[in-house]
Structure formats: structure tokens, C-alpha cells
């Protein structure tokens, strides 16, 4: 089970301290290719989610403000995902190429990786119910 902390919270723990690197599309590959990835229609089967709309202003600031302000998953395999909720749409989901509805919220993951941190547009509904495991307070206020 995943487990959730607020952001005061994930910042006393120093889950958000590391090296972060602000996305530099040119930087490598691997950026480079989850870029692409989340801002264009996808064809695949898988589920992915979409940007709506590009540039690397956008999307710097949408990994800014989520390390700044968001507040902090650990899924079961230990990894630290940063989530920030935008208040408005940040994208779109599709699901084998077709569009399954809007997102309003933004993850990073990789956040302490300098060569793979990346940013992808999410929804809030699941993360509206959960509660900081350190204070209980509310995650999305």
C-alpha cells in the first residue's frame, strides 16, 4: 500500500532534499524521450497521459511548482513520487488510444535523479482521500 506525506511533512523527513535537476530537454535521451512521450497523442495500448500543451517553460514549471509545493507518495517498492494538484486541467489520459478524460495534477518521479527525472500529468481523485502518515492532516486541502 502506498503511503502519503504532506509536504511540511515529506520536507521534515528530507524526502525532498537530493540533487534536482530542472528538466533539460536537451540533457539526454532519457528526458528527452519521456518528454515526447507525455505531449504527444499516444498509439499504444498502454495507459499514458498527455500534456495539454507543450514547451519547456510549461513544462519546467509544472516540475517546479510539484517539488515546491506538492505533496509526497511512497509506493510499495519504496520510490518517492512527488504529486501536486493544479486546480485545473494539466492533461489528458488515454487508455489503448482512446481518451479516457482530463487530469488536474502533476507527479514527478525520479526527482533525485538528474538523469531521469521526469514529470507526467495525473488526477487527484484517489489522492483527494488519503491523510499525511506523520500529522494526519488532509493531503489536498
Same mark, same amino acid.
Given at each position: %500500500? ?6 511540511? $511533512? ?7 532534499? &537530493?540533487? /534536482? ?9 532519457? @528526458? ?12 499504444? +495500448?498502454?495507459?499514458? +497521459?498527455?500534456?495539454?500543451? +507543450? ?17 509526497? @507518495?511512497?509506493? /510499495?517498492?519504496? !520510490? ?7 486546480? !485545473? !486541467?494539466?492533461?489528458? %489520459?488515454?487508455?489503448?488510444? *482512446?481518451? *479516457?478524460? #482530463?487530469? #488536474? ?11 531521469? /527525472? ?12 488519503? !491523510? $499525511?502518515? %506523520? $500529522? &494526519?492532516? #488532509?493531503?489536498?486541502?
Amino acid at each position: %500500500m502506498d503511503t502519503y506525506f504532506c509536504h511540511k $511533512c515529506g520536507a521534515k523527513r528530507d524526502i525532498l532534499s &537530493g540533487n /534536482i535537476n530542472i528538466f533539460n530537454p536537451t540533457g539526454n535521451i532519457y @528526458e528527452l524521450d519521456k518528454y515526447f512521450k507525455h505531449y504527444n497523442k499516444p498509439n499504444t +495500448s498502454d495507459l499514458v +497521459s498527455i500534456f495539454d500543451s +507543450s514547451g519547456n517553460e510549461r513544462y519546467r514549471n509544472y516540475v517546479v511548482n510539484t517539488l515546491a509545493s506538492g505533496c509526497i @507518495e511512497e509506493d /510499495i517498492f519504496g !520510490r518517492i513520487n512527488i504529486i501536486w494538484v493544479a486546480g !485545473r !486541467r494539466t492533461g489528458f %489520459m488515454y487508455k489503448n488510444g *482512446q481518451l *479516457q478524460g #482530463d487530469t #488536474d495534477a502533476v507527479k514527478v518521479v525520479l526527482h533525485t535523479d538528474p538523469n531521469k /527525472i521526469h514529470a507526467f500529468p495525473t488526477g487527484s481523485a484517489n489522492l483527494s482521500k488519503k !491523510r $499525511c502518515l %506523520m $500529522c &494526519g492532516n #488532509d493531503i489536498v486541502y
